[in-house]
């Protein structure tokens, strides 16, 4: 057996249910071996999309995703890519041929320096005798969601030697290790539990590793137990829907009443949640809370914003632990949440935000966005994956367009980064034929990868895309005006998306006024793969949250006042 070949069968013990690649001299040896064994290989056209692709099919299965890019100049063009994965902790594989060492070639890179610059792991394979070891410990660092990994692979000669010995491979699936539960006795679960008896206003935050976790049972079940409010990250969204204490969304993307009430809050309990700046105003979730975070990463725990109490353990383990401490403790709630006036706020927290007015065409004939996402929310199939490209569109369309439930809601800007969204739509609709997944793009976003149109329609991925068209790249043109200076460096010609998308063979129809969706309603009508809807937006209409942004930054002012906190007891 030969080294690819051994590679390629390492790979599917893995249980990886497909491989994404761009073929270079090296990794088309690999893409062969395992199309030879019956395994699929998604080919794109671009570095950084495999990747983005690799990443929204981990997403959506959980499971490590395998990628496959040349060296030098191929493994650079997925640096963005992979610090997104890198900050999301996807389990996502990333295999590149070994570069050539010596100075002053075409394709020279330091790729170890590079790759852990990403934020990356850097696994070199160390020639034919370590085939086995050299492939499981890269899956097992990716199944300790220490990735993306990079696996160094022979060069072709390497790759097509022949194995010394019989070849045997042990996967990594079953060697990694997991969060072990608290103990309900310890210190740290008994002051959790005291900080919560004690308050009178709690509120829970839940954020992806409540959801990864499977702990919303168990936050349930403490918020009746202590009368505390739910809440959650905007990547934990849709995970209290229907409870009567859901306050919805934090942060910069939640309602006015939901800021209002975390602010007054006085104890936080953040189950999974990092405390970034879009959920703390980039200053603190209440001045005068207690916050206690949970998180089964260490380093995690106290990075971005100051906590009071730290739980590192698996978040559903961690609140069924609180939730036995207070049971033998036998506290009783005494929440001032529970007012007839409180009642009233905490309910309009979660209601539905309507946005803008319906407002006519500007002078260009273009419409605002949110009477467009309206129709698009009623047409749209309710049993859908939403996937979010970044860029000023995303606030208009997290108000008006809803998903089921949290694991629906794809989230590409990690790193910040607008254009990501595309390759992440296209794994995730490999992922999930069992939903209709629809990627929500700007133009400026969706013109940097759009060669992968053509990777949609050869792989007949069903993927439904909204380019929500402003010709601009509109928050920074918006920042420039609020200064008094022109902003005319970010607005751009008119692109016939929907001609583009045709050209490569994918339906489209294009959008300027609300009588054109009903062209969008016979477009979803049997849908098999991949179509576009060109949707024409004005520019000119201002999201509710840009009331509270300061010129020049992207983050709303934090909300609250400094309040002296009391002697808190413990639980027992």
């Known amino acids: 057996m030969k080294v690819v070949d051994a590679i390629a069968e390492a790979i599917i013990a893995e249980r990886v249910g497909m491989a994404f690649c761009v073929p270079d001299e090296v990794t088309i040896h690999i893409g062969q071996a395992l199309r030879e064994r019956g395994f699929r290989v998604v080919r794109g056209r671009h570095e950084q999309n495999v990747v983005a692709m690799a990443d929204g099919y981990a997403r959506a299965t959980g499971m490590p995703a395998v990628c496959a890019v040349g060296h030098g100049p191929a493994l650079a063009q997925t640096g963005t890519g992979m610090m997104t994965v890198a900050r999301r902790r996807s389990p996502v594989l990333v295999l590149t041929p070994q570069g050539d060492e010596s100075r002053g070639g075409v394709k020279e890179l330091d790729a170890r320096r590079f790759v852990e610059s990403v934020g990356a792991r850097y696994v070199q394979m160390r020639g034919a005798s370590w085939v086995s070891e050299d492939v499981r410990e890269a899956f097992r660092l990716v199944r300790l969601r220490q990735g993306p990994v990079v696996l160094a692979v022979p060069q072709v000669s390497g790759i097509e030697a022949e194995l010394r010995g019989p070849w045997r491979y042990e996967p990594a699936i079953d060697l990694f290790l997991r969060p072990t539960a608290p103990d309900p006795e310890s210190d740290v679960i008994d002051e959790a539990a005291g900080l919560l008896a004690w308050a009178r206003q709690p509120v829970i935050v839940a954020g992806r590793g409540a959801v990864l976790s499977g702990a919303r049972e168990e936050i349930v079940v403490l918020a009746e137990r202590t009368g505390a409010l739910l809440a959650t990250s905007l990547q934990g969204r849709e995970l209290f829907r229907g409870h009567p204490r859901n306050i919805g969304m934090i942060g910069a993307y939640g309602t006015d009443t939901a800021v209002e009430l975390l602010a007054e809050a006085d ?26 975070q949970i998180d089964s990463d260490p380093s995690r725990i106290g990075e971005i914003a100051r906590v009071d109490g730290a739980i590192v353990a698996d978040a559903r383990a961690a ?15 005494s ?9 009233e706020r905490v309910a309009s927290a979660s209601r539905p935000v309507l946005g803008s007015p319906l407002a006519e065409p500007d002078a260009s004939g273009r419409m605002p966005m949110t009477p467009v996402l309206r129709g698009l929310e009623a047409l749209l199939p309710k049993e859908r994956v939403v996937i979010a490209d970044a860029g ?18 794809v989230w590409t800007a990690d790193f910040g980064s607008i254009g990501l969204g595309l390759g992440v739509g296209l794994g995730t609709a490999l992922a999930r034929p069992d939903r209709h997944c629809v990627l929500f793009a700007g133009d400026g976003g969706f013109m940097m990868n759009v060669q992968e149109l053509e990777t949609a329609v050869r792989e007949r991925i069903p ?6 068209d402003d010709c601009a790249y509109r928050p920074e043109v918006r920042f420039m005006e609020a200064l008094g200076k022109p902003g005319d460096v970010g607005l751009f010609d008119e692109v016939d998306f929907a001609a583009v998308a045709r050209a490569f063979g994918i339906p489209a129809v294009t959008v300027r006024a609300l009588e054109d969706l009903d ?30 942004y300061e010129p020049g930054t992207l983050i709303p002012a934090a909300k609250g006042s400094p309040v002296v906190a009391a002697e808190v007891p413990s639980a027992r």
């Open 519 to 548: 062209a969008v309603a016979d477009l979803l009508v049997g849908r098999e793969g991949p179509v576009l809807i060109d949707a024409k937006v004005s520019g000119l209409e201002i999201h509710r949250s840009f009331a509270s």
């Open 335 to 343: 929440s001032a949440w529970t007012t007839d006036a409180m009642c």
């Open 319 to 333: 609140v069924q632990a609180i939730n036995r401490a207070l049971e033998q403790a036998e506290i009783s709630p």
């Open 392 to 409: 000023d569109f995303v606030l208009y369309t997290i108000d008006e367009i809803s998903v089921p439930d949290p694991g629906s809601w």
């Open 267 to 292: 104890c936080i309990l953040a189950v999974g949640v990092a405390l970034n700046a879009y959920q703390t105003g980039g200053g603190t979730l209440a001045a005068n809370a207690r916050v206690i």
């Open 463 to 468: 993927l439904t895309m909204v380019v929500l």
